[in-house]
Nanobody, 125 residues
Framework: QVQLVESGGGLVQAGGSLRLSCAAS????????MGWFRQSPGKEREFVAA????????YYANSVKGRFTISRDSAKNTVYLQMNSLKPEDTAVYYC??????????????????WGQGTQVTVSS
């Protein structure tokens, strides 16, 4: 069992930055791929970024590539999402998630086992 708690969301102007954190409980954090998804009203939940166990395999959605950075700190059981150059279209609830998932399925929300409660990110124009 893994419990995930996100923090760091908020309101920011376009072009600004935020850093989301996700604290995971449980001793098996280091064995899970960690991911971030987001969902805005009326839209399906969409993949944002993921980082595999070793931290060397990282994946991004095209819409955030070059602006967002995912990282993990196994000593702290925490995964981060640094978001720079934010745009109004980045506005959404951001969810942290964990799974033992193969790379081919890494963007599929249905393959993730554990989810946080979500944190709201609002980018004003």
């Amino acid at each position: 069992q893994v419990q995930l708690v996100e923090s760091g969301g908020g309101l920011v102007q376009a072009g600004g930055s935020l850093r989301l954190s996700c604290a995971a409980s449980g001793r098996t954090f280091s064995t899970y791929t960690m991911g971030w998804f987001r969902q805005s009203p009326g839209k399906e939940r969409e993949f944002v970024a993921a980082i595999r166990v070793t931290g060397t395999n990282i994946y991004y959605a095209n819409s955030v590539k070059g602006r967002f950075t995912i990282s993990r700190d196994s000593a702290k059981n925490t995964v981060y999402l640094q978001m720079n150059s934010l745009k109004p279209e980045d506005t959404a609830v951001y969810y942290c998630t964990a799974a033992r998932v193969t790379p081919i399925a890494i963007m599929n929300s249905g393959r993730y086992d554990y989810w946080g409660q979500g944190t709201q990110v609002t980018v004003s124009s």
